[in-house]
């Protein structure tokens, strides 16, 4: 009888304790996830010149196969956008960028490459408070009152200047075929190769004359990277250092690549992005 008895006490005693191992795997899972929902962002992703969302294919992939949700924007005069290139200017391509992050809920990490790095900086001083770290990738950084002819002026070894063939009615500049891989990706396959001369188009180039005006304070405080492109033949490693070193951007990062390392090494560059929001 004190047999039966125990083993009748033990069951109840079983089940107690089978019920508090699950709830504490049901517990666990919950912290776990909600430790993957805290790291998971929204990128909104801006192209440079002579480019568009397409730039960014690879790295979108990976990033939401990480996890992360994407918004690249499509800049006006680029693409399949028809926005005629003399009414361009720095403060339309700002706008566009502006009104895809108030579309978005929350904060986002805003990345801009080339041209794009000068539209970040602009987008960043307009609504600071949406944006949570502000990335650029061989992007142009503009001092205030700087354009991005001033800082291309700094950068004497560039190959993009030369290659450049203005328009005849002033309003864009087109780099021929045959120069586009040693400019943006010499490092780049044949897949690259032919992305970029299927998309390649006349650029708008108004926008480039313009200053930038940085008028909000807090646009200081907004959390800034820069992923250097060792090897780019279109803005040098040289001008990159000196504009990081001007906005004293102290979080750096380097990838061995030419100007397009989202297309050419869509691996190095995704992880760099999963890295700075971790």
């Known amino acids: 009888m ?3 008895q125990n083993k009748n006490m033990a069951r109840p005693l079983f089940f107690s304790l089978m019920l508090a191992v699950c ?5 666990g899972c919950d912290k776990d996830d909600n430790n993957y929902r805290s790291t ?19 790295v979108k992939t990976k990033l939401e196969a990480a996890g992360q949700k994407v918004v690249v924007v499509e800049l006006p005069g680029h693409g399949k956008d028809q926005t005629p290139p003399e009414t361009i200017s720095i403060n339309n391509y700002r706008d566009k960028v502006v009104s895809a992050i108030k579309a978005i809920k929350g904060p986002v990490v805003l990345v801009g490459h080339s041209l794009g790095g000068a ?3 602009a987008v960043a001083d307009t609504i600071p408070d949406r944006i949570e770290k502000l990335v650029y990738l061989a992007g142009f950084v503009p001092g205030n009152g700087q354009s991005i002819f001033d800082l291309t002026s700094m950068d004497p070894n560039s190959q993009f200047g030369p290659a450049l063939i203005p328009s005849a009615d002033g309003f864009t500049v087109a780099i021929p075929n045959d120069k586009v891989m040693q400019v943006f990706a010499q490092d780049g396959n044949e897949q690259v190769k032919q992305l970029l001369i299927e998309n390649n188009r006349p650029e708008p180039i108004a926008a480039q004359a313009d200053k930038i005006h940085l008028k909000n304070p807090a646009f200081a405080s907004v959390p800034k990277y820069y992923i250097y492109t060792n090897q780019d033949h279109a803005i040098t490693i040289d001008l990159q250092k ?3 070193e001007a906005a004293g951007i102290k979080n750096v990062f380097a990838v061995e690549s030419g ?9 190095e560059v995704t992880g760099f992005l999963l ?3 971790k």
């Open 40 to 58: 998971s962002k929204t990128f909104v992703l801006v192209h440079g010149a002579f480019q568009a969302p397409y730039a960014w294919q690879f």
């Open 2 to 4: 004190k047999i039966l």
């Open 119 to 121: 539209i970040i900086t």
């Open 242 to 244: 000196k504009m990081v």
């Open 275 to 277: 890295q700075i929001i």
């Open 23 to 27: 709830m504490l795997a049901f517990t």
């Open 259 to 267: 100007h397009c390392p989202m297309l050419t090494k869509p691996e």
